[in-house]
């Protein structure tokens, strides 16, 4: 049989965009992901936040780097890392969402998680802009202050979870507060809810997170 020119294009185009899948498929590399969906970060902040060395962070990254998932830049000695554009992110949560539907075992723990969360009430995105507009719940956003300057749901204010024992007092005694942070697998908000609720607050989870907010065509 002759050969085919039209599909060995094919096989080409299909080995490009695997490529992509590769660079998707270890775990390191999705937090990695989760990390710089909420703003740009030098490589040693991106190893410490997720628990890895400075080496192995960088050879992750660099591999998404070659799959288009991330672009770097240098300032000085250091390199810093971002999201190539707002789809990479939206991949990111579009493979979550599959894997969490198909697979059992994550299914399992993802249940685990909800049912913890009940106690903390969690609030939809829907009737958290509501409350916004009306004016009626404080939005507190407990991830670290970089991401918070990074970009942040408007009218959230910024109060680090590691430091909210000390700063409980800049928070309105008798209006409820929503606290969000990274996303679904992130802890931040339910360790400050928690807290909060300790202290006399009432306090619920917003099921909101900087990349779905924006996802939502909200501002």
Known sequence: MAPDPTHDLKNHVYALVATVGRALGNGHRLELLELLAQCERPVEDLAREAGLSVANTSQHLQVMRRAGLVTARRDGVRIYYRLANDAAAGLW??????????????????TTYARSRESLEPIGLGELRRRLGEGDIVL??????????AGHIPGARSIPVDELPERLDELP???EIAAYCRG????????AVRLLRANGFRARRAEADVPTWRASSAP
């Open 93 to 110: 949560r579009t493979l979550r969402q599959f894997a969490e539907r198909e697979l059992p075992e994550i299914d399992r723990i993802v």
């Open 140 to 149: 507190l956003d407990v991830r670290p202050a970089l991401e918070f300057e």
């Open 173 to 175: 005694a008798g209006q």
């Open 184 to 191: 679904r697998y992130c802890v931040f908000a339910d360790d």
